[in-house]
């Protein structure tokens, strides 16, 4: 069965510095990989996905997440934090055998992201 | 164009009432989802559909249960509220099934089960 795994709840860094926010995963083959952003009373929005071929994929807003297999570790980064990143962020995992939906996927426990001024 | 829209926004019941909540996908959407999320966790997957055919469910007792009509709208079901049914509920909808194709949520309904 596959899982996700978010380390760290709740994280909180400073306008300007980098955000890494860490997720590793359990699948028996290489998954399908999403990165959501999810504000208050919001529905989740996507930032970025791997699917195949280029291990760096870069998102919305600046963000950034790079797939290593021999880590099976997908976490996201953004260089500089701004205010509007204070938000919940959700990795989530699909299995490419039952078509890889984005319907049907497994969501770790997030991490909220607290940007300081 | 109007996104991903779900009627009630909130709503509260009493244990062991029966509660339906609505969906109504981006137009031309085909492929709706439904995710409980409980207050503090991840969404966990209830039941897709695609072209009004049930195309996975989640680990969810038979108490849950959904469908999709022709407009491709959906509904959820779910019979003798517990308390720990209390959670927002996502609907997803996405063009159709395949990972390559974004699914865009709605904002949820809150349910209380009191």
């Known amino acids: 069965a596959q899982s996700v795994t978010q380390l760290g709840s709740h994280v909180s860094v400073s306008e300007g510095a980098l955000v890494l926010l860490r997720c590793n995963y359990s699948?028996?083959?290489?998954?399908?990989l999403f990165w959501y952003v999810q504000y208050p009373n919001q529905g989740l929005q996507l930032l970025l996905k791997y699917t195949t071929g280029a291990t760096l994929v870069k998102g919305i807003n600046g963000f950034e997440a790079e797939f290593k297999k021999s880590e099976t570790s997908f976490h996201l980064t953004k260089p500089s934090a701004h205010m509007s990143d204070a938000a919940e962020y959700f990795c989530a995992v699909s299995d490419p055998r039952l078509g890889g939906s984005q319907g049907n996927l497994i969501f770790g426990k997030g991490t909220k992201l607290s940007v300081k001024p | 164009d109007a996104g991903v829209t779900q009627s009630p926004t909130h709503l509260i019941k009493t244990r062991g009432q029966h509660v339906t909540l609505r969906c109504s996908p981006i137009?031309?959407?085909?492929?709706v989802s439904w995710y409980q999320q409980v207050l503090g966790q991840g969404p966990q997957f209830i039941f897709q559909?695609?072209?009004?055919?049930?195309?996975g469910r989640g680990n969810f007792p038979d108490r849950f249960s959904a469908r999709q009509f022709p407009n491709y709208s959906s509904e959820l079901n779910v019979n003798a509220l517990l308390l720990g049914d209390s959670a927002l509920y996502l609907c997803a909808s996405s063009s159709y099934s395949g990972a390559n194709t974004e699914a865009f949520f709605g904002q949820g309904t809150r349910l209380t089960v009191v």
């Open positions: 699948s028996s083959v290489p998954p399908y």
């Open positions: 137009s031309g959407h085909k492929s």
């Open positions: 559909y695609y072209e009004k055919e049930e195309r």
